[in-house]
């Protein structure tokens, strides 16, 4: 057992701070969370963090991100946090939900572990590495802050996250997020039951993207996951021009004229996914 370790001491303003964090279900925290609970000055803050790092109290997670360490991990000093905590912290209060395939993760729709934290948000930041998690960012317009739903990632703590439905149509959209067009047809098949298809509907064409309006259709006819009405709405809102099924391969394959796709994914390999 290691001898020099920190004892973690705990000081009254230190104490404070922790408690109101803890009432606050906030673990994950700034140099201004410490300015505004304990009173202090920006340096007295600064400093009244650094010493609670260096008792093992906290670990820094990036300049100017903490997150607390639970009691009950005893004398260890590092901690990372739940990644999804972190990725709401990061966007310091912007619009945002956890997407993608991070999404899909949590959804249960797909069969592989997940190693990116992907957050859309319409604040734009860089994507990182804290601790060994990745963290990738996709900005968007906040007109497209819809399809939203509460997901608790702890017994306090809950993140925003893409319903099942706004899950897929951001995978239609952008495929190179969840590992390409069948990932998203297989996470699309395993959650059939609990799927709306006029909720899929009213979100493709809200968000006015031809593709996804192209790709959604074709999906749902080929696994007979809509009725025709719904299908019907989507066929009315087609131009003239075509779309690749998946934009990650290469321009090839038969062009379907009712969903104006290129199909350049074998059909075999989409009818595969019903054994998912």
Partial sequence: MKQNRPLKTVGPQTAHLIAAL????????????????TGLDAPSARSLVRKA??????????????????????????FSGNPYLTARAMVAGAGYYISHASAME???MVTQPQFT????????????????????FVFIRPEHLFGLANHWVTKQDSVRISDIERTVIDGLRQSEYCGGITEVAKGLWIQRRD?????????ALRLQVGAVIRRLGYLLELYGLA?????????????????LLDPLLPA??????????RLN???EELEAVRST
């Fill in 117 to 136: 934290i992907f957050t859309s948000t319409t604040r734009r930041l860089r994507n990182t590495t804290i601790k060994g998690a990745q963290f990738q």
């Fill in 252 to 261: 090839e394959g038969p062009h379907l004229a009712s969903w104006r796709l």
């Fill in 22 to 37: 803890y009432d606050r279900a906030q673990t994950t925290f700034t140099n201004s969370d410490v300015i505004s609970i």
């Fill in 265 to 267: 994914v074998a059909i």
């Fill in 227 to 243: 009725p025709e009405p719904e299908l019907e709405r989507l066929r009315s809102a087609l131009t003239a021009t075509y779309s």
């Fill in 195 to 203: 799927l709306e298809p006029g909720r899929l509907v009213e979100y």
């Fill in 106 to 108: 949590l959804h249960r």
């Fill in 53 to 78: 790092e260096a008792r093992g109290l906290i670990t820094r997670l990036k300049p100017d991100l903490f997150v607390l360490v639970p009691p009950e991990l005893g004398s260890a000093t590092e």
